[in-house]
T-cell receptor, first 109, second 114 residues
Framework: QKEVEQNSGPLSVPEGAIASLNCTYS??????FFWYRQYSGKSPELIMS????GDKEDGRFTAQLNKASQYVSLLIRDSQPSDSATYLC?????????FGKGTSLLVTP | KAGVTQTPRYLIKTRGQQVTLSCSPI?????VSWYQQTPGQGLQFLFE???????NKGNFPGRFSGRQFSNSRSEMNVSTLELGDSALYLC?????????????FGPGTRLTVT
């Protein structure tokens, strides 16, 4: 069974700090990795995709992938209260996305 | 570009009935996937269609079915509804070519079974 694991949180960080979100996956054949943000009562919104080992930066977000360790992470720099949401890690080895249960992030002013 | 649209947004059905949900993908996207989201199980994959062909199916009973039309619009159907089918049903579209596999979600259909 293909599993994607995330700490449920809540992860609480002060405004302006770096939030670090982690995800591990079980399927070594996974090729595509995504981070989604989901606000309460809304649908998931894609914020980052990463396909190869290393770091990928987009604005305040950095995704990190280590396929050998089967580990994906998301860093959010200069965290804002508006970043408070559930962050979902998704992993794909084909046409389906397998999602973690999500990490709840709370950014306190 | 317009995003993924889903209709209806909210639905209340009675146990034993059937329901059809509709999804229109982003223009140019030929892949449509369906997911069920519940508080207990999180987001779970139902099925994926590309050019009217189902390419992958999740671990759901046969009561859950879907199809895709030539214009890439997709529908999913749930027959003989059970209380446990109450969930947010999400549709996502993807270009699914040229190394681009990002999926973009619609707003979802909130189904309540009573």
């Amino acid at each position: 069974q293909k599993e994607v694991e995330q700490n449920s949180g809540p992860l609480s960080v002060p405004e302006g700090a770096i939030a670090s979100l982690n995800c591990t996956y079980s399927d070594r054949g996974s090729q595509s990795f995504f981070w989604y943000r989901q606000y309460s009562g809304k649908s998931p919104e894609l914020i980052m995709s990463i396909y190869s080992n290393g770091d990928k930066e987009d604005g305040r977000f950095t995704a990190q992938l280590n396929k050998a360790s089967q580990y994906v992470s998301l860093l959010i720099r200069d965290s804002q209260p508006s970043d408070s949401a559930t962050y979902l890690c998704a992993v794909s080895s084909g046409y389906a996305l397998n999602f973690g249960k999500g990490t709840s992030l709370l950014v306190t002013p | 570009k317009a995003g993924v649209t889903q209709t209806p947004r909210y639905l209340i059905k009675t146990r034993g009935q059937q329901v059809t949900l509709s999804c229109s993908p982003i223009s140019g996207h030929r892949s449509v996937s369906w997911y069920q989201q519940t508080p207990g199980q999180g987001l779970q994959f139902l099925f994926e269609y590309f050019s009217e062909t189902q390419r992958n199916k999740g671990n759901f009973p046969g009561r859950f079915s879907g199809r895709q039309f030539s214009n890439s619009r997709s529908e999913m159907n749930v027959s003989t509804l059970e209380l446990g089918d109450s969930a947010l049903y999400l549709c996502a579209s993807s270009l699914a070519q040229g190394g681009t596999y990002e999926q973009y979600f619609g707003p979802g259909t909130r189904l309540t079974v009573t």
